[in-house]
């Protein structure tokens, strides 16, 4: 159960004239504090054995660990904040043949497909295809798109049999992970190669699903590395339309990947995964054909791929102390309306230690870079056509533990330096009380910030135009460099409680005052002489 309440706030520092048409372009980005039907399967192995959450009593549920909340392992009883964990049985339970359809099963998660290839995924509210606040991660690595602040759910298409877990907190995780978590994080965890050995052979079929099957293999090399390899293909028919007709969102998708684990030393364990896409989707949507004409809808057809590498070296100085370095690369291209290809290199270092015996600190410090390109098109384009990215960003979260087993206080910040706002600070604090081993107290204060994505900062759109007294007029949409960040307060409470060895109780309340928010604005217009015709076009940015 979740309540809440949010308070807006926009800053507007330029004067709109006289309006020719409002656009209007979701003003408000809600910030709020925080397998699959088979026809054949072969077993990879009697070594793969799943963690039966069922048999387990509530009272011990509350004692799983979870990561996302502060990047190191930590009881859910002891968790200041509002989390759900989709264990592999819950997969296995569902139904579900992707993860935007396991993400329904989460309470204050509002999941709604548009179309055969496309979700609109959300907490707390404000739901839209782009939802820009919400970061989501596969294996601590960003899959949130700078280019346009939102996530591609048709290219995370994963397997389901190779996800450990998916760790979902609704509210603010931004003291520890990054700018743009300030509605959840949403972190997929894979299994480690050592637990899918063995052959797997998933298939299916049906109306809509016309096909859609997985091959898995893993085993080891030598004693000490492990490994798996698989391939994944779906086959979707279409939606129908809005008169029964073809949708034209049928589509295809193809993913191959790999993951290695290998342990160096009793103190040292690489892990080394990577993987590559390619698929063909119906994209219904708006063209323009001319810069005085109306957009009009299209079944466009979008050909996307992509893939990533990534290497994480874990070293383990003593029980309570370690280090991770983390090294990943990200491509992905899409001929759509706007032609976009993207490459992110990303490194992030960290390091968790005990001081004392009642304290436990963690700090990390974090570089990417982004580069863009936008072929554009006459609907959609960018200026210029390339962009680059880079932010450089540090944390540091200590807790402390005031009463042992009773009372913990987490605090922390994020310094981010980012290429639109500079620095700035994201801090938390956490408090929770455990008066009982089936029952958790919390309250949380945190500030979290969205970061203005290209579109943002660079887009071109032509919405269309029509012939005035004075010769064709076109309507037309711009970015604005002088966007900052959006900033949002949150203030978090919860109670978590077992009732009974089956009943459970999770009640959440929180309340966000939002600030600095992105609105749509007209503008003066003004004349172009090229290209020909001469135009006069309405100037409609967006302002701070």
């Known amino acids: ?108 998660v509002s999941v709604a497909q548009i179309n055969a290839n496309t979700w609109a995924i959300t907490t707390r509210g404000l739901n839209g295809r782009f939802s820009n606040e919400l970061l989501v991660m596969l294996d601590g690595r960003s899959v949130y798109t700078p280019t346009f602040d939102g996530v591609r759910w048709d290219a995370l298409d994963l397997p389901l049999e190779v996800i450990e877990r998916i760790e979902v907190i609704r509210g603010p ?46 085993g080891s090399i030598g004693k000490d590395t492990s490994y798996r390899v698989f391939t994944k293909y779906l086959n979707q028919d279409h939606f129908p339309g809005t008169n029964g007709q073809d949708g034209g969102d049928g589509w295809n998708f193809t993913r191959v990947g790999f993951r290695t684990d290998t342990v160096f030393s009793p103190k040292d364990t690489v892990t080394f995964e990577g993987d590559m896409y390619r698929g063909r989707e119906g994209t219904p949507g708006l063209s323009v054909t001319s810069i005085t004409s109306p957009a009009v809808e299209v079944q466009a057809q979008t050909n996307l791929g992509g893939g990533f590498l990534q ?14 370095l983390q090294v990943s690369y990200n491509e992905y291209e899409r001929n759509d309306a706007l032609g976009e290809t993207e490459g992110t290199f990303d490194i992030a270092f960290q390091h968790h230690f005990a001081w004392g015996n009642r304290q436990s600190l963690i700090w990390g410090v974090e570089f990417r870079d ?25 944390f540091v979260q200590d807790e402390i533990v005031l009463v042992p087993d009773r009372l913990f206080l987490t605090a922390g910040t994020k310094v981010e ?34 970061t203005p994505s290209e579109l943002d900062h660079f887009v071109v759109s032509n919405l269309g135009g029509f012939t005035g007294p004075n010769g064709p007029v076109a309507l037309r949409l711009f970015g604005n460099l002088d966007l900052g960040n959006e900033q949002t307060n949150s203030y978090e409470a919860g109670y978590r409680t077992s009732l009974a060895d089956k009943l459970s109780l999770d009640f959440t309340a929180y309340y966000a005052s939002q600030y600095d928010q992105e609105t749509t604005e007209p503008g003066a217009s003004f ?16 302002p701070t």
């Open 370 to 394: 982004s580069n863009s390109r936008a072929v554009g098109s006459l609907l959609v384009s960018m200026d210029p056509a390339n962009a680059g990215i880079q932010m450089f960003s540090s």
């Open 417 to 450: 330096r980012s290429y639109s706002n500079g620095w700035d600070a994201q801090p938390s604090v956490r408090v929770a009380w455990t008066p009982t081993a089936r029952q958790t107290l919390w309250a949380a204060i945190s500030h979290a910030d969205r």
């Open 527 to 542: 004349f172009e002489a090229a290209p020909a015709p001469p135009t006069s076009s309405c100037l409609w940015p967006t």
């Open 1 to 108: 159960m979740e309540i809440g309440l949010r308070l807006i706030r926009r800053t507007n520092r330029s004067d709109p004239a006289s309006v020719i048409l409002w656009i209007c372009k979701e003003a408000v980005r809600g910030f709020l504090v925080t397998a699959i039907a088979i026809l054949m399967t072969i077993p990879a192995s009697p070594h793969e054995t799943a963690q039966d959450l069922s048999s387990k009593s509530l009272e011990d549920l509350m004692n799983v660990e979870v990561t996302s909340v502060s990047k190191t392992e930590q009881r859910l009883s002891r968790t200041a904040s509002a989390v759900f964990v989709i264990t592999q049985e819950d997969m296995r339970r569902s139904g579900a043949t992707n993860i935007p359809d396991l993400l329904r099963m989460v309470p204050g």
């Open 173 to 218: 995780g931004a003291s520890v992970w990054a700018t743009n978590a300030v509605n959840g994080v949403i972190n997929i965890i894979t299994k480690k190669a050592s637990g899918t050995s063995g052959d797997m052979v998933v298939a299916g079929g049906g109306t809509i699903d016309q096909g859609f099957g997985t091959l898995q293999y893993g």
């Open 311 to 324: 290497i994480v070296w874990d070293h383990t100085f003593s029980p309570t102390a370690g280090t991770s």
